[in-house]
């Protein structure tokens, strides 16, 4: 668990050193610089790993020196005995690394480190999941990438010592985040009674003990218990406009605040550039900035609805797909600022638009 | 070169299509939807390659169908001769694919395909380069990462039969794209004489026929001959906000329009994640769409000023760079319709803002 006093300390670091560096960095700035420090190297890694402009990350690391937490050694920085204390107690650790060694690091790999322990189990367990249903629009992505998805997260540092909330979850990816231990809590929302069964079920077989699910319609508001709780959420939206608002802006709505990081799927199946453009000035307004697109990372498990879905009739060739046909983009985005989302109950069909098809 | 009879059907087709599916599809989209029925395979490995929204992408392909020149086989589609000839006077070509074997795809592998041939070439060439300079704030990318760039881009279907412009090219990727072979038309603009001496003396060498190369400060107006004229631009933008609204905004400014693409990199090292909300923000208003976000995508190598550089002071170690620390990421955007966009002489200081660090 966190204590609160290396928490103030970092926060009371950050403001001084956005101050003096003048640069409009966010305390989840601070964060990266902390772990940058955390894999060794030389100073020129710790600066690559940080993801920080440097003008803030240099003032953030004197000033880390000058308290006696840091410390020049050979090329690098390494951290004192009180730094290292001192970082215990922030519960931040060195950033993940799953970069693929085969393509120049464009891509990456679930089968290296922590993760290779993790997918044996989860790919099991996912083995014994309720299939997808048309009701609820499900349709979930393989094992594959939701352990890739669970990857990029990690990478970025949104899941270590974080509260994650996961919006809608035939994914299983809160499953997939308990099995790698470490989040600080975990919380899994779905519709879906089935859904919700089997996750505690799991939760109770595999003493998976930070993760709770619960049965949640979106469209509902969402528990005041929830509201501006967590630091990450996930979820794969419905793709009209009206199920994204809703979906995402519920995410939103979950998130501390500045700093805190969303994920979400969304395709080109059924969502134009248009829709994408519309999306994307939605999150722009809400306080958020993309970071990451990640276009076709996600591949979906195939359905057994195909021949009861609308574009079924489109079809100039009608045969039941053998291979993966339906993949989404990744999204990561970031808050600058605390989210402006209503929270309230929501009418209206979130299942379907004019560009839907497979509802 | 491009017959003018097929292209004209294709957007004939295009705006038919349109019209009756009613979505708000891109003549790219056109594109798109004939190019995945290039590569054989089921009909839902066509619709996976596709990236269109299903509805319009079914629609375009019934049209077809009605039009003799399109025909269900097995469990796909196939082209008639008479659709062979017009694809070949549309020139498209099949999506290329340099996905990563390893990394479920999440990855791209530059050593695969027609890219193997190139490779070879362009290291060669590229070894001879002049050094970058730090009066042009130059700093390029390896020669994996141009590669990598230029396999993510031909994948995309934005070089095949394309005209495509590089504003600031000490990467090199003008000469990594006339190496490929694919491109209808190249032109390379960098303000460094001694750049545009070395491209010129490579196309001479290796008989790029269609690139050319030619001075042009980017703080200058366009000439009005490269103003929309282009189906892709690639550019590697200066960091201040003025910067960048000038790199990006020529690039934009000499695209055809609606669905030409644009591609660039962004860092981390000196642009806050609200210089990247605000960057976001002039994209869209520009009438682009984000299509992708590749976080460390681009890896620079180490240039020779780091002790000039502003940040050097700031350093709480002071070692010179031994291994790779400067990264971007690649963005690619679409346009949705014309850009908005002035094409006049800027002044100012182009090359610094207070998040600057390399200069």
């Known amino acids: 668990m966190t204590k609160p006093d290396g928490r103030k300390d970092l926060m009371r670091l950050h403001r001084k050193a956005k101050a003096l560096s003048r640069l409009p960095a966010t305390r989840r700035d601070a964060e990266r610089a902390v772990a940058a420090v955390l894999s060794g190297g030389s100073i020129w890694s710790s600066i690559r790993l940080s993801q920080v402009p440097l003008r803030y990350l240099t003032t953030f690391w ?101 509260d994650v909330i996961v919006l809608g979850d035939d994914d299983l990816v809160s499953v997939a985040l308990a099995l790698s231990g470490v989040c600080r809590r975990i919380v899994a929302l779905d519709i879906d ?69 969303g994920y979400f799927g969304l395709t080109r199946v059924e969502s134009s550039l248009r829709k994408w453009q519309r999306i994307q000035r939605f999150l722009l307004s809400r306080g958020a900035v993309i970071t990451d697109i990640r276009d076709r990372f996600h591949q979906y498990a195939n359905w057994g609805y195909v021949e009861e ?19 989404s983009a990744l999204y990561r985005v970031e808050l ?24």
Chains 1, 2 share one sequence.
């Open 193 to 261: 009674q089935r859904l919700i069964g089997f996750i505690n079920r799991t939760v109770r077989s595999y003493g998976l003990t930070n993760l709770e699910a619960m049965v949640q319609d979106l469209r509902d508001p969402m528990p005041p218990s929830l509201v501006s709780q967590f630091d990450t959420f996930f979820c794969d939206p419905t793709e009209s406009f009206l199920g994204f608002q809703v979906f995402v802006g519920r995410g939103l709505a979950c998130l501390k605040g500045e700093g805190s990081a």
């Open 62 to 162: 004197n000033l880390m020196i000058e308290e006696g937490l840091l410390k020049a050694r050979g090329d690098g920085l390494e951290l004192t005995q009180e730094g290292k204390h001192w970082v215990t107690s922030c519960n931040i650790d060195r950033p993940a690394d799953f970069n693929c060694r085969r393509c120049d690091r464009t891509g990456l790999d679930s089968r290296r480190g922590r993760l290779s322990t993790v997918r044996e189990m989860f790919i099991q367990i996912a083995s014994q999941r309720p299939a997808a249903i048309r009701k609820y629009d499900q349709g979930y992505v393989t094992e594959e990438t939701t352990l890739a998805r669970l990857a990029f997260a990690w990478e970025k540092g949104d899941l270590t010592g974080k």
């Open 336 to 359: 600058l600022r605390k989210p402006r989302v209503a929270n309230e109950k929501v009418s209206g069909d979130i299942f379907t638009d004019e560009e839907a098809a497979t509802t």
């Open 309 to 327: 879905m609308r574009s079924w009739d489109w079809l100039p060739v009608k045969v039941l797909p053998e291979e993966i046909w339906y993949e």
